[in-house]
Each structure stands twice: as structure tokens, then as C-alpha cells.
């Protein structure tokens, strides 16, 4: 399975994803679900996948022949706005499904994949979205200002209680490693490492990528203090007194 998160917040935008895949217990294997497409000055786009690994892997190679396309032909590096881009990667997601959906389904495989793609193109504000797996998609808002694919279950609850558009940059970094940790603690389909990446607002570059692995310094802290924290708070408070 996979886990992926992206947040737009005033001061930029972080995106997280992790590298664990599977087909089965026997079928684990580490592949990079995070791809970055950038001019600098012209702009950042960030892709997140998750679902079928061959459609996803299907999707980013028809962006990545993007590049040398002709100059007429609507493509990632030259549409003006993230909307198109959503809409280009949207199409690209059913075009792959259109090709290898039918055979893939006679054989009882699952062709169902789902992006996160954000970033800001020169001119244009930041902006982020959910392309679902028929292609279509939906964009934030200020009251939801982050998406998540795969096994968000486990770790929603604390970017519901923490993360807002006005939240700084490294809190909302320390709640999107937290999210991870719920999520593999609880999950054994979602693993490390993890790969991270910080866009600044406005800056037309990417700011920091960073891919974090097993035995990480920072990430192994927080999952111990926030582990004990937990069970500290969790013990201060009152028993039901009902159940005397």
C-alpha cells in the first residue's frame, strides 16, 4: 500500500510520501512514489502517487515524454496554469487506464491509481490537488488545507488537530513525521524510507528534499517522545467514574 501527504500552507508547501509496495507478503519491495518536474524561476510541480504501481509508473513516464513534445502540444513545462496541469496529469491517469485497464481487469488485478500534484508556476499562487482515479479531481481550501492517498486512517487525526494554513513550516513538518509513524505503527504495508520535500511560496525552486530512513536520528526521537508522551497524557487523565 501506500501512504502520501501533501500540505499548502501560507509560507509554501511540504509533500511526504513513503517507498513501501506490495503483492503480497512475499512481494515487498522499495520504489520512489515521489516525483519533482522543475524549472527554476518558471516553475515547481510535485507529483505524489499511489495505487497500481505499473499505472502510476505508466502516468509518469507519459509526463515525462512531455518534454520533448511539440511546442503546440499542451504539456506540464508549458501550461499556464496548475489547473491545466492537474487536468494534463488527470488525462495521462486515463489514458493508462484506458491502454492496460481491460486486460489488467480480466486477470482480477486492480487498476485503480490516485495523485496528489502541487506546486506554482510562475505568476500563478500555489495551489494543490486530489486526482482521483477516474481522472477527475478536486483542489484545497482554507479549511482543508491538505491532501493524503493510501492508508490515511491512521495518521488523520493529528493533521486534523495540528495543521492549519497558518501553521510554520517545520511544526507542520513534525506533524507529517508523526502521521508516518502513527501510520506504520499500525500498518504494515507502509514503510520507510520517507521522502520529503519543502517548497518555499513563491520561490519557483525547490527549498529542501530530504529522504529519511530506518534508524533516521530526528524521526527516531520523535517516535520515542512522541510514543511516551502519549502514554504519559493517557495516564493523567481520570478514570470513568461510572465504572465503579
Not at 500534484?117 to 486530489?130: M, P, S, T, V
Not at 488523520?156 to 517545520?170: A, E, H, N, S, W
Not at 513525521?177 to 521522502?195: A, E, R, W, Y
Not at 517548497?199 to 526521537?221: A, C, E, H, K, T
Amino acid at each position: 500500500m501506500t501512504y502520501c501527504v501533501a500540505i499548502r500552507l501560507d509560507s509554501g508547501m511540504i509533500f511526504a510520501s513513503d517507498s513501501r509496495t506490495n503483492a503480497g507478503v512475499d512481494h515487498v519491495s522499495t520504489f520512489n512514489k515521489m516525483k519533482v518536474y522543475d524549472k527554476s524561476d518558471d516553475r515547481v510541480i510535485v507529483l505524489l502517487s499511489s495505487g497500481n504501481l505499473s499505472v502510476t509508473q505508466g502516468v509518469v513516464n507519459i509526463l515525462d515524454r512531455q518534454q520533448f513534445a511539440a511546442p503546440d502540444e499542451p504539456t506540464i513545462w508549458n501550461a499556464k496554469s496548475m489547473f491545466d496541469v492537474a487536468t494534463i496529469a488527470g488525462e495521462a491517469l486515463r489514458e493508462i487506464q484506458r491502454r492496460d485497464g481491460p486486460a489488467m481487469m480480466q486477470s482480477g488485478v486492480e487498476a485503480s491509481a490516485s495523485l496528489i500534484i502541487g506546486g506554482q508556476i510562475y505568476g500563478e499562487r500555489q495551489r494543490l490537488f486530489n486526482i482521483y482515479p477516474q481522472g477527475n479531481f478536486i483542489e484545497t481550501c482554507e479549511e482543508t488545507p491538505y491532501f493524503q492517498l493510501g492508508e490515511s486512517k491512521y495518521g488523520k487525526p493529528i493533521l486534523d488537530r495540528v495543521v492549519t494554513t497558518g501553521t510554520p513550516q517545520k511544526e507542520a513538518a513534525k506533524c507529517v513525521l508523526i502521521s508516518f509513524d502513527s501510520t506504520i505503527k499500525s500498518n504494515i504495508s507502509v514503510g520507510m524510507p520517507i521522502d520529503m520535500l519543502w517548497y518555499p511560496n513563491d520561490s519557483l525552486r525547490v527549498g529542501v528534499q530530504q529522504r529519511i530512513r530506518d534508524g533516521d536520528p530526528y524521526f527516531s526521537m520523535l517516535r520515542q517522545r512522541w510514543g511516551g508522551g502519549l502514554r504519559r497524557v493517557f495516564g493523567e487523565l481520570p478514570d470513568p467514574d461510572w465504572l465503579e
